[in-house]
């Protein structure tokens, strides 16, 4: 099953351009100001989790911030935003594993995840997510499609959610900070609804 993933994740992102695939978007805007509405030191480890080829990594780095980690299943989307930022790469951390079998060596002081996350589909591999989430986060940001949004992404299926299904995903170790809907607007000048939740731990 993980290697049948790998593969889908492969061959998306060797034989498409960022144009050819509904999630690009120039300018990350909102998770730039969710991460910076938390107000955290540039110094702070910051995780891009199913990062893709994203450009958000990037304005990080112009932002100011030095110690940055990109995951994701794909070593050639790794590999793209890789010889992307070979002149101002500094330090990024390259992760490339299946989130669910993510054994992190620090905790994290934001974790990013912009549709990554709502290819969980079953109970156990959400709970996994959280039960990662909820050791090695300080303060996270989860994009996901909405109860309006697409039922799939890249053909695969994916989980909608609600501001109250996250909380209620993460409310033992996390309070929610912020949440809003926004449309995303696709490569193809479609609209996906996405969910934007943000939280903070209880206790850090
Ligand atoms: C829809 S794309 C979003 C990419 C990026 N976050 C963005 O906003 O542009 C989903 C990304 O998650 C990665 N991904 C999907 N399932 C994953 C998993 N189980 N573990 C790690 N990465 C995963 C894919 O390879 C892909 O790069």
Redesign the pocket.
Known sequence: MDST?KKH?EN??QNKTPEQ?????KF?KT?LDLIAQFDVDLSSKII???????H?VDFLIDEGYENISV????SK?IERAKDRLADKEQNIHWII????D?MPETKYDVWH????FH??TSKKDIESYVKIVSQFANHIVL?TFSKNGPLK??GLPISQYNAEDLQALLKSDFELVSSHYEDHTTPFDTQQNFLFCSFRRKTI
């Open positions: 993933l994740w998306v992102y695939v509904s999630w690009t978007q990350p998770s891009d989790v199913g990062g893709g080829d994203s958000l995951l994701d299943i794909s989307a594993s299946n989130i669910l993510f995840d912009r549709a990554a290819f969980l994009g992404c890249s």
